[in-house]
C-alpha cells in the first residue's frame, strides 16, 4: 500500500511550522507557531532552543493528530522533509 503523506518542516525566522501534503501534493493539515525571538543587541536575533524544540515537536504531533482523527496513523507518512533546519 502506497504511504499518503509527507511531511515538511519549515523553521521561519519567527515560528514553526509543519505541513501534511498528500501523494498528489495537496495539503491535508497544518500547524504553526511563534517562538520567542530574544535580541541581545541591535542586528542580532537569538533563539532559546529548547522552546524551538518543543514548538517543533508540538506542530508534528498536532498534524500527526489531525490525520488519525481521519483513520490514519503515523506510519502512513512516507517521509519528513525539512527546510531551513
Given at each position: 500500500?502506497m504511504?499518503?503523506?509527507?511531511?515538511?518542516?519549515?523553521?521561519?525566522?519567527?515560528?514553526?511550522?509543519?505541513?501534511?501534503?498528500?501523494?498528489?501534493?495537496?495539503?491535508?493539515?497544518?500547524?504553526?507557531?511563534?517562538?520567542t525571538?530574544?535580541?541581545?543587541?541591535?542586528?542580532?536575533?537569538?533563539?532559546?532552543?529548547?522552546?524551538?524544540?518543543?514548538i517543533?515537536?508540538?506542530?508534528?504531533?498536532?498534524?500527526?493528530?489531525?490525520?488519525?482523527?481521519?483513520?490514519?496513523?503515523?506510519?502512513?507518512?512516507?517521509?519528513?522533509?525539512?527546510?531551513?533546519?
Amino acid at each position: 500500500m502506497m504511504k499518503e503523506y509527507i511531511m515538511a518542516l519549515d523553521q521561519g525566522t519567527t515560528s514553526s511550522r509543519c505541513i501534511l501534503f498528500d501523494h498528489v501534493g495537496k495539503i491535508v493539515t497544518m500547524a504553526q507557531k511563534e517562538f520567542t525571538q530574544i535580541y541581545p543587541q541591535p542586528g542580532w536575533v537569538q533563539m532559546n532552543i529548547d522552546e524551538f524544540l518543543n514548538i517543533t515537536v508540538e506542530c508534528m504531533k498536532k498534524t500527526v493528530d489531525a490525520i488519525k482523527g481521519k483513520g490514519y496513523s503515523p506510519s502512513d507518512i512516507a517521509a519528513v522533509m525539512g527546510d531551513g533546519i
